[in-house]
């Protein structure tokens, strides 16, 4: 059997506030993912892989609570592009603020996936305040629901636009 070649391997780490929904939006990504949980909380990673165009990308979800910061860290290490989740009916938070200031300062690429739920609809002054911290530097926002299989499409492309 003759194994597939790919053209390049990516690290992605998907970040965010505990709860903002990155486990949901990473098993919609990759069904067969696996995620390290305890009594429904993300408390080690998230891990799957998935193909587009020849690139391997490997998903690597971080626990959101500050407590398990070191696992975040670790898991970061070396990552290529990342997808920070955020969810809009939680607003931002110290949390939200410290990690973005970390990509920032790392000079990272990637961009912010705005998790739509059902009773939360776009909240342009949160956009407006995420805007604002982002500055100077200019990230991309997807927006959609982590449960809808159809955002796969807008996610991978976004990853693509990115390399």
């Known amino acids: 059997m003759e194994q597939r070649r790919f053209k390049r391997r990516v690290k992605v780490v998907v ?8 486990s949901t939006l990473i ?9 390290i949980e305890y009594k429904g909380r993300t408390i080690a990673l998230d891990f799957g ?19 398990f910061e070191i696992v975040r860290d670790v898991i970061s290490e070396g ?7 955020f969810d809009p009916s939680l607003g931002i938070s110290r949390y939200d603020s410290e990690v973005i200031s ?6 990272l690429k990637g961009f912010f996936f705005i998790n739509l739920r059902e009773s939360s609809g776009r909240d342009l002054n949160v956009e407006k305040e995420l ?22 499409k807008d996610i991978l492309d976004e990853l693509l636009n990115l390399l």
Do not use: C, M, W
């Not at 970040?15 to 990155?22: R, S, T």
């Not at 990552?79 to 989740?85: M, T």
């Open 131 to 152: 805007s604002t911290l982002l500055k100077p530097k200019n990230y991309h926002f997807v927006f959609g629901s982590a449960k809808d299989s159809d955002i796969k």
């Open 27 to 35: 098993k919609t990504l990759i069904p067969d993912s696996i995620n």
């Open 79 to 85: 990552a290529d592009l990342f997808i920070y989740v």
């Open 102 to 107: 970390l990509l920032k300062e790392k000079r």
């Open 49 to 67: 892989v998935i193909e587009k165009n020849g690139i391997r990308f490997h998903i690597f979800g971080t626990p959101g609570q500050r407590r």
């Open 15 to 22: 970040l965010g506030n505990a709860e903002a929904g990155k």
